[in-house]
């Protein structure tokens, strides 16, 4: 069974970086799919941030793409998420999931909330 | 890129069937066979419900079923019953080499 799990700081103060990291269990990011970061702000829906396959190969929102860098480590079976020069409008639950080779996202995190206050 | 719509919300009886429309364009849902809908329940992670347009992945009940007609995917709940009720998030591959999801559906039984 493929488990996801993030983590990071929960706490972030405004116009410095989010640092998060998505743990992957029950499969080997070595042997392919695609991974992928949804974030969702308090009440509000869905956002695709980006996705990264196992060779660092990435898609990146437009609208995300100059402040954030995602990456993967295939030794630690995770990939992370950067996000620099956050603002409130970065608050919300960050998802980390699996992206198959559908184009749909079908493993995912439980989420980690994230706060940015001054 | 351009957004997908969807209604705020719908609502049914129990047993009854509910229709949840998620409308894009030429660049995204009418382009790809990727559309997929995911169900998410209040402080709970996401869950896919259905890829590629139609299909249910192992498990997912076939009261849900979807299909697409040009640039609109539907998503429709039969026989509805009290644990549908949740957000209904529609999501498709795009021309940019993008995913974009609506802005959701709040379906109330």
């Known amino acids: 069974q493929v488990q996801l799990r993030e983590s990071g700081p929960g706490l972030v103060k405004t116009s410095e970086t989010l640092s998060l990291t998505c743990a992957v269990s029950?499969?080997?990011?070595?042997?392919?799919?695609?991974w992928g970061w949804i974030r969702q702000a308090p009440g509000k829906g869905l956002e695709w941030i980006a996705n990264i396959d196992n060779s660092g190969l990435t898609y990146l929102n437009p609208s995300l793409k100059s402040r954030m860098t995602i990456s993967v480590d295939t030794s630690k079976n995770q990939f992370s998420l950067t996000l620099r020069s956050v603002t409130a409008a970065d608050s919300g639950v960050y998802f980390c999931a699996r992206r198959d080779e559908h184009n749909c996202f079908d493993y995912w995190g439980q989420g980690t909330l994230v706060t940015v206050s001054s | 890129q351009s957004a997908l719509t969807q209604p705020a919300s719908v609502s049914g009886s129990p047993g009854q069937s509910i229709t949840i429309s998620c409308t894009g364009s030429?660049?995204?849902?009418?382009?790809?066979?990727?559309v997929s809908w995911y169900q998410q329940h209040p402080d709970k992670a996401p869950k896919l419900i259905i890829y590629a347009v139609t299909n249910r992945p192992s498990g997912v009940s076939s009261r849900f079923s979807a299909s697409k007609s040009g640039n609109t995917a539907s998503l429709t709940i039969s026989g509805l019953q009290a644990d549908d009720e949740a957000d209904y998030y529609c999501?498709?591959?795009?021309?940019?080499?993008?995913?974009?999801f609506g802005p959701g559906t709040r379906v109330t039984v």
């Open positions: 030429s660049t995204d849902i009418g382009l790809y066979k990727y």
């Open positions: 029950g499969y080997s990011i070595s042997y392919g799919a695609y």
């Open positions: 999501n498709s591959y795009t021309i940019s080499q993008t995913w974009i």
